[in-house]
């Protein structure tokens, strides 16, 4: 492998001071969001939840936690500035994060009781089905603290009888169970109607004192058959544990109901065979701090894709494939943390091809695509999981490129992405737009896991070109349009256009896992592969026909 990267002050044709402070801004703007979310439903929910005898969500998650570990938290922004009218739920009203348990990784969901009760809007359901997407396809447990008042009533109907919502929970509670995925839930406050079914289809149940599960509650038992009965008779942990003898163990309070957690989790003989080999491994040769100045993260322009592999791999080797063929699209060989690993890229500079044509950086090209796909193939020969880093403008358009076949040749390359049996890893760094994102393994090809730094962009294109082809759709249904309501017709759609084009706003919609800074890309991949790596076995690749 050859060493990759130069030092900063040999870089040329990059404002590395104005980049930093660019990026300084937008992490100090992504920190000061996520402390806002960390803080739950606000003070005065907090205090009542302490109130009554209870821990948060995420007190009960860092009592869980393992010493001197970190975990990796997935939809921190889930729901932000979502159901406005309602009051945007932080973090959806879920937390769920993976952390080790007495050296296990465990997936956590956790409601948050401080956030409308612990209530289900959509996004939380589609967190939650993500969480345990994440812990199925990783052969990790999952641990459910439940303190919940179920669906949250308003919003009802997008909530209960689509394929995607409450029902797709339970659905796959048995399909965990059933590949051999332990589940353990702890009923830590109300679990009611539908929700009830969670606890009673994972493989260990435990209620705490003072908690209740039911189908029905008291009021609607009451007005259903006109019984009159207290909640605690109803659904209480001594009806759980002594009479129905649903649950399995009580608990006297959180502590006592984390620690039968802890102590489950230890009585289980985890299989340890992992799928991938793991060597000793190097820091890179160049600072992570690097990356605040190597683009704009307003308006990146040209800069060295390979710069930035060059700060997140094992000792800055980079082994090239097929370097001088389609070079808008860097491929190769790597090492992170001492797991091999494959590394589709952007290049971001504009490139002279062998024929002497020029190539845009940031746009797919045939060769370029056709390099891709090759390479997908090659790495599920070879069983090596592949990180995508995206900065891509999409697929290159005009007569050329159609005459050339480059919808055959984009199609060999999702189609690779498709089919590819090794796991995935998404990170996106500046945009991603269009066909662009689907080649480089979007949402929709299933990463295991996808992150984003602040500076990224996630829509079908360009905000400048959105605007002016909106502007001129809505420009030819009006007449005698002066130059100065055009300009205002075109800021209008443009500022509405931005807005959805920011992580903030693909994250609170579960587009991506999470924005991350960028200084922690190298430890967030590491501890995605050591996740990843739990899992002890591949399906065999199959691909579907290529045209040629």
Same mark, same amino acid.
């Given at each position: 492998?050859?060493?990759?990267?130069?030092?900063?002050?040999?870089?040329?044709?990059?404002?590395?001071?104005?980049?930093?402070?660019?990026?300084?801004?937008?992490?100090? %703007?992504?920190?000061?969001?996520?402390?806002?979310?960390?803080?739950?439903?606000?003070?005065? /929910?907090?205090?009542?939840?302490?109130?009554?005898?209870?821990?948060?969500?995420? *007190?009960?998650?860092?009592?869980?936690?393992?010493?001197? +570990?970190?975990?990796?938290?997935?939809?921190?922004?889930?729901?932000?500035?979502?159901?406005?009218? @309602?009051?945007?739920?932080?973090?959806?009203?879920?937390?769920? +994060?993976?952390?080790?348990?007495?050296?296990?990784?465990?997936?956590?969901?956790?409601?948050?009781?401080?956030?409308?009760?612990?209530?289900?809007?959509?996004?939380?359901?589609?967190?939650?089905?993500?969480?345990?997407?994440?812990?199925?396809?990783?052969?990790?447990?999952?641990?459910?603290?439940?303190?919940?008042?179920?669906?949250?009533?308003?919003?009802?109907?997008?909530?209960?009888?689509?394929?995607?919502?409450?029902?797709?929970?339970?659905?796959?509670? /048995?399909?965990?169970?059933?590949?051999?995925?332990?589940?353990?839930?702890?009923?830590?406050?109300?679990?009611?109607?539908?929700?009830?079914?969670?606890?009673?289809?994972?493989?260990?149940?435990?209620?705490? *004192?003072?908690?209740?599960?039911?189908?029905?509650?008291?009021?609607?038992?009451?007005?259903?058959?006109?019984?009159?009965?207290?909640?605690? *008779?109803?659904?209480?942990?001594?009806?759980?544990?002594?009479?129905?003898?649903?649950?399995?163990?009580?608990?006297?309070?959180?502590?006592?109901?984390?620690?039968?957690?802890?102590?489950?989790?230890?009585?289980?003989?985890?299989?340890?065979? %992992?799928?991938?080999?793991?060597?000793?491994?190097?820091?890179?040769?160049?600072?992570?701090?690097?990356?605040?100045?190597?683009?704009?993260?307003?308006?990146?322009?040209?800069?060295?894709?390979?710069?930035?592999?060059?700060?997140?791999?094992?000792?800055?080797?980079?082994?090239?494939?097929?370097?001088?063929?389609?070079?808008?699209?860097?491929?190769?060989?790597?090492?992170?943390?001492?797991?091999?690993?494959?590394?589709?890229?952007?290049?971001?500079?504009?490139?002279?091809?062998?024929?002497?044509?020029?190539?845009?950086?940031?746009?797919?090209?045939?060769?370029?695509?056709?390099?891709?796909?090759?390479?997908?193939?090659?790495?599920?020969?070879?069983?090596?999981?592949?990180?995508?880093?995206?900065?891509?403008?999409?697929?290159?358009?005009?007569?050329?490129?159609?005459?050339?076949?480059?919808?055959?040749?984009?199609?060999?390359?999702?189609?690779?992405?498709?089919?590819?049996?090794?796991?995935?890893?998404?990170?996106?760094?500046?945009?991603?737009?269009?066909?662009?994102?689907?080649?480089?393994?979007?949402?929709? @090809?299933?990463?295991?896991?996808?992150?984003?730094?602040?500076?990224?962009?996630?829509?079908?294109?360009?905000?400048?070109? /959105?605007?002016?082809?909106?502007?001129?759709?809505?420009?030819?249904?009006?007449?005698?349009?002066?130059?100065?309501?055009?300009?205002?017709?075109?800021?209008?759609?443009?500022?509405?256009?931005?807005?959805?084009?920011?992580?903030?706003?693909?994250?609170?919609?579960?587009?991506?896992?999470?924005?991350?800074?960028?200084?922690?890309?190298?430890?967030?991949?590491?501890?995605?592969? *050591?996740?990843?790596?739990?899992?002890?076995?591949?399906?065999?690749?199959?691909?579907?026909?290529?045209?040629?």
């Amino acid at each position: 492998m050859s060493i990759i990267g130069n030092n900063k002050e040999n870089w040329k044709n990059i404002d590395f001071d104005s980049n930093e402070n660019s990026f300084d801004v937008l992490i100090e %703007k992504l920190n000061k969001n996520k402390i806002k979310i960390f803080e739950c439903g606000g003070k005065a /929910a907090v205090e009542k939840q302490h109130n009554k005898g209870r821990l948060t969500a995420r *007190e009960r998650v860092k009592y869980l936690m393992d010493s001197n +570990t970190n975990g990796l938290e997935i939809g921190t922004f889930a729901g932000y500035e979502m159901y406005e009218e @309602y009051g945007s739920p932080p973090a959806g009203g879920v937390i769920t +994060t993976i952390i080790k348990i007495n050296g296990n990784d465990c997936m956590v969901i956790a409601n948050d009781a401080t956030v409308k009760a612990g209530a289900y809007f959509e996004i939380s359901l589609k967190k939650t089905l993500r969480a345990q997407k994440i812990a199925l396809e990783n052969d990790i447990p999952v641990v459910y603290l439940v303190d919940s008042a179920g669906v949250f009533l308003p919003l009802q109907n997008q909530v209960f009888p689509d394929e995607g919502h409450f029902g797709r929970i339970f659905f796959n509670n /048995a399909k965990l169970s059933s590949n051999g995925i332990t589940q353990i839930a702890s009923v830590m406050g109300p679990c009611i109607a539908g929700g009830a079914y969670l606890p009673v289809m994972c493989d260990k149940y435990i209620i705490v *004192e003072g908690s209740s599960m039911f189908l029905a509650g008291p009021a609607l038992v009451k007005a259903a058959i006109g019984q009159e009965i207290t909640q605690e *008779e109803l659904g209480g942990a001594d009806t759980h544990s002594s009479i129905s003898g649903t649950a399995d163990y009580k608990a006297k309070d959180d502590i006592d109901a984390l620690e039968h957690i802890k102590h489950i989790i230890s009585n289980i003989n985890f299989d340890k065979k %992992k799928l991938f080999t793991k060597v000793d491994s190097e820091e890179p040769k160049f600072s992570n701090k690097d990356l605040l100045g190597m683009f704009n993260p307003h308006n990146p322009g040209q800069y060295d894709m390979l710069e930035v592999i060059a700060r997140l791999v094992d000792g800055s080797k980079f082994y090239e494939f097929k370097k001088d063929y389609g070079k808008t699209l860097i491929c190769g060989n790597a090492k992170i943390n001492g797991y091999n690993v494959g590394i589709i890229a952007n290049q971001r500079l504009v490139i002279k091809n062998d024929r002497g044509a020029l190539q845009l950086g940031g746009v797919i090209y045939s060769d370029s695509a056709d390099k891709g796909a090759r390479f997908i193939l090659n790495c599920n020969q070879d069983r090596v999981p592949i990180i995508f880093i995206h900065d891509v403008n999409g697929f290159m358009v005009g007569k050329d490129s159609e005459w050339g076949g480059i919808a055959k040749d984009g199609a060999k390359m999702v189609n690779a992405v498709s089919n590819s049996v090794v796991p995935k890893i998404t990170l996106v760094i500046g945009g991603s737009y269009g066909a662009g994102n689907y080649a480089m393994s979007g949402r929709a @090809y299933e990463p295991r896991f996808m992150f984003s730094w602040p500076s990224a962009k996630l829509a079908v294109m360009g905000g400048n070109q /959105a605007a002016k082809t909106l502007m001129q759709i809505k420009l030819s249904k009006m007449s005698n349009v002066s130059d100065l309501e055009k300009q205002k017709i075109y800021d209008k759609i443009k500022s509405n256009y931005d807005k959805q084009t920011k992580p903030e706003y693909g994250a609170a919609r579960m587009w991506i896992d999470e924005i991350i800074n960028p200084l922690d890309s190298r430890q967030i991949l590491i501890r995605s592969l *050591e996740i990843i790596n739990n899992q002890d076995k591949l399906m065999q690749p199959k691909f579907s026909v290529f045209q040629c």
